[in-house]
């Protein structure tokens, strides 16, 4: 029976999980896997992927998620890349395409500058498609329907955009930046310094703080193991 009790209440108390977010899955189905495969009582997330990004995600459990915000507010690393001279609304491959325009003119210098212009402390517009909230609404549910609304800019800090140019038009780089950044945003900002284009092919996050995604475990395999040992706890 201790065995059982001392069980609950590392449950109560909460744990930090690690997991690398599959790709086209949203950060809230990874959170609603782990409640019902898992059996939380209380689990959310310290931070949004989007479908179509994949890497590190960290969730807290139990009273641990009283310190989501913690979590949420340190500094974030990403790799991915981006192509010019298309554009999508969403600035990714989740809508169709609806632009092109010209590349010809892009010289490896005027990439560099462009990528330096978009480093340190930013104004940024975050997407039409994305999870803010205006007037308690996902903007990304409006974007769906088609309106027009006017997002205010936030304050961001882009500390590190390197890029690499070895295959343009498409361009692979690695970002650090500050919480609330969206990366779609700095795409599409990219695009523009360079009178051109540009939509995001393919992010992955590898660091929030001190975590990185190589210690983080894959989401199915987790839930496999968990509920092993849950089986093994109630044996005992």
Request: hydrophobic fraction near 35%.
């Amino acid at each position: 029976m201790r065995q059982s009790t001392d069980n609950q209440e590392a449950a109560d108390e909460g744990e930090l999980l690690l997991i690398d977010k599959p790709y086209t899955w949203t950060s809230f189905d990874v959170v609603k896997k782990l409640k019902w495969g898992c059996k939380f009582k209380k689990i959310g997330h310290a931070g949004t992927l989007d479908p179509l990004a994949t890497g590190l995600l960290i969730l807290c459990t139990g009273k641990r998620t009283k310190q989501i915000d913690s979590y949420q507010a340190q500094e974030k690393e990403y790799e991915g890349s981006l192509v010019l001279g298309k554009t999508t609304p969403s600035v990714d491959l989740e809508t169709e395409f609806d632009a092109e325009y010209p590349t010809d003119h892009i010289t490896d210098e005027a990439l560099q500058a462009a990528a330096q212009q978009l480093t340190g402390p930013l104004q940024q517009l975050p997407p039409i498609y994305s999870a803010v909230r205006l007037n308690g609404e996902r903007l990304y549910k409006k974007a769906r329907r088609g309106e027009s609304v006017e997002i205010q800019p936030r304050a961001v800090t882009v500390t590190l955009f390197e890029i690499q140019t070895h295959d343009f038009p498409t361009i692979h780089f690695r970002i650090i930046c500050s919480k609330g950044t969206y990366i779609r945003s700095l795409v599409r900002d990219f695009g523009v310094q360079l009178e051109s284009g540009a939509y995001l092919s393919a992010l992955r996050r590898t660091r929030i703080g001190k975590y990185h995604v190589t210690e983080a475990s894959e989401l199915m395999s987790f839930i496999q193991k968990r509920r092993e040992e849950l089986s093994l706890n109630q044996d005992i």
